[in-house]
């Protein structure tokens, strides 16, 4: 089924590897923020780019798997878009809801929240050409999870960039 493909599932789980050992680069970077900050922080940031590039990994991984039927892959795919999906929509919700002064900047509810969501509803559409046993399936596949790994790319970013140390500000002498 995936013949032809390896070399990409190979990259593309790669990629999610490395993207996932990033993290634990990032919460090294967390120890002067405080715990209120931190855990909100994570449910709504960090704990959405671990689960998509942990998702990118076991699409990958089942993707090389020797033998594995259309119908088998549409159900791995049918329960990471069930998940992302809920997951997706809480993030959403959570990152609408933050008020006042600590907003989030309005790409976070999209880059987290509204892409995430369309991708995994994308990914539905995926579990159903494989289980339907769609020739495209195949490709449409490699581009949820082309895409998955940008915008996780893009939000791994925007975390080490608020998170890395910054000077503390001068007192005017």
Known sequence: MFEGWGEFYLLAGSAAAVLIGLIFVVVTLM???PRSAIMAGSRLYMGPVVLHVTFVLILSAAALVPHITARQFAGVAAAISLWGL???????VGISRVPGPDRPHWSDAWCY?????????????VAWSFWTESAAAVHYVAAVITALLLITIRNEWDLVTWLAPRREPRDSE
Do not use: C
Not at 113 to 125: C, D, R
């Open 31 to 33: 120890q002067d923020r």
């Open 86 to 92: 809920v997951r997706g929509v809480n993030s959403l």
């Open 113 to 125: 929240g509204t892409i995430p969501v369309a991708l995994f509803a994308g990914l539905a559409f």
